[in-house]
């Protein structure tokens, strides 16, 4: 199982006051780099993973690199933006699947992690995770059994999931064992949108449902706004504020069913800003974001929509900066202004833009030359590079690349490396749990 991951906060006390919680499966074996592992040296077979000391250029392309400063960097910015405005952070863990990277995320302050599956939630408690919010339902009956068995074991822990329909209700209260005390949060949705209760009434419904069950205690409401809009234009900007305030209404009416401090909870990472805004005025609240991609950020989708991204106008200390890219050997060059790189679909996101050419370099790791060019198409295992015809460009380059969109990014590797760019050094790796 993974390695110990630090915990969250006690819900009772300040964000900040962070308890221990033990990894449950028992005492870890360290993970060590494998000949499986994609695109590390032969070198470095048997190693720990959290003591490399490698220089980059060791590695082989595709490669998928995570940035040291960067990470650093986002983690304090985002620490900063949620403690001025009052708010938690309980990161959505699926981004990453990396627990090496929840401890980083909880170390600088979140109170939690998120997660989207029962899988992955028995994963996060089984870290060491001590509290774990499950943005979704759970209608497994196995996978439920296994969930309270283990809170069954280990009361400092807690899980709090969502329902957005009576029939979960009822399955919940069928498939849980006796004694059972689940978190629930009642999701508010929106017409055309993903889950979620579509009416405020039917909301309001629920939570009076969960505060009479004998294995459910309500704990608040939540709901995920970027479910309403995928850009920052002012008519999709002013549906998220409208969404977001009909949760903090729904929030604000559920809490006299609530026994101890109600939750709030919202805010993915394009659309957190205006989440804060409509959260402002509940007072006696645990509000709470979910924002996972910032660890990393983007040059893509999030560098395009995320409120903290440096195009907004931020000073250098308070914008994310991009925390992963790939690097691509070109492979062949058919014809004059198209280079084929040895990533495609396999090592690199493309469902939420393709992407962006940073650079090149004679070999990897080496010092960098402007690259004109424009990725337009990926296959399996190739990019197509259109470039332009001046561009000194060679067979064996190797190409910088950009990426778009974090979560399609980890899933495709099991051992993604963390290089110093001052150095170019990689001092470890991160193991993804996909």
């Known amino acids: 199982m993974p390695e110990h991951v630090p915990s969250a906060a006690d819900p009772a006390a300040a964000p900040a006051a962070a308890r221990t919680v033990e990894p449950t499966a028992g005492p870890a074996t360290e993970r060590t780099v494998q000949p499986r592992d994609k695109s590390f040296p032969a070198e ?38 949620t403690e001025q405005r009052g708010l938690e952070l309980m990161p959505h863990g699926k981004t990453t699947m990396a627990p090496a990277l929840w401890a980083r995320q909880l170390a600088a302050g979140c109170t939690g992690i998120t997660v989207a599956t029962g899988w992955q939630a028995d994963l996060a408690l089984r870290a060491g995770t001590a509290t774990v919010q499950l943005a979704n339902t759970c209608t497994d009956p196995a996978l439920l059994r296994r969930l309270a068995a283990h809170l069954a074991e280990h009361p400092e822990q807690e899980l709090v999931c969502w329902v957005d329909s009576l029939d979960t209700i009822d399955l919940l209260e069928r498939e849980l064992p006796a004694g059972s005390s689940l978190g629930v949060l009642v999701e508010l949705g929106a017409d055309g949108a993903r889950t979620g209760a579509r009416d405020d009434a039917g909301a309001r419904e629920l939570g009076e449902r969960i505060a009479a069950s004998a294995v459910l205690h309500l704990v608040g409401a939540a709901g995920y706004e970027g479910a309403i809009a ?70 893509g989708f999030y560098r395009g929509i995320s409120p903290l991204d440096a195009s907004r106008g931020l000073a250098d200390q308070d914008a994310l900066l991009p925390g992963m890219r790939a690097h691509a050997r070109v492979v062949s060059m058919p014809e004059p202004g198209l280079a084929l790189l040895d990533a495609g679909k396999r090592d690199v996101p493309f469902d939420e833009g393709l992407p962006v050419p940073l650079g090149v370099a004679l070999a990897l790791g080496g010092p960098e030359r402007p690259l004109d060019g424009e990725v337009t198409a990926l296959n399996d295992q190739h990019t197509f590079l259109r470039h332009a015809r001046s561009t000194e460009l060679a067979i064996g380059d190797v190409v910088t690349l950009g990426l778009s969109h974090p979560c399609t990014a980890f899933d495709k590797w099991r051992l993604i490396p963390i290089v110093d760019s001052a150095t170019g050094t990689v001092h470890e790796a991160v193991e993804t749990f996909f």
């Open 44 to 81: 470095l077979i048997g190693r720990p993973i959290t003591a490399l000391d490698a220089p980059l250029s060791t590695f082989s392309t595709p490669l998928l690199v995570l940035e040291e400063s960067a990470i650093a960097h986002n983690l304090q910015v985002m620490a900063r933006w």
């Open 230 to 299: 995928h850009d920052r234009s002012p008519g999709s900007l002013a549906a998220v504020s409208a969404y977001c305030e009909r949760l903090a209404a729904l929030a604000e009416s559920l809490r006299p069913l609530i026994e101890g401090t109600p939750w709030v909870s919202a805010g993915g990472s394009a659309y957190f800003d205006l989440v804060a805004d409509a959260f402002a005025p509940l007072s006696g609240m645990r509000r709470i974001l979910r924002s996972g991609a910032y660890i990393v950020h983007d040059s």
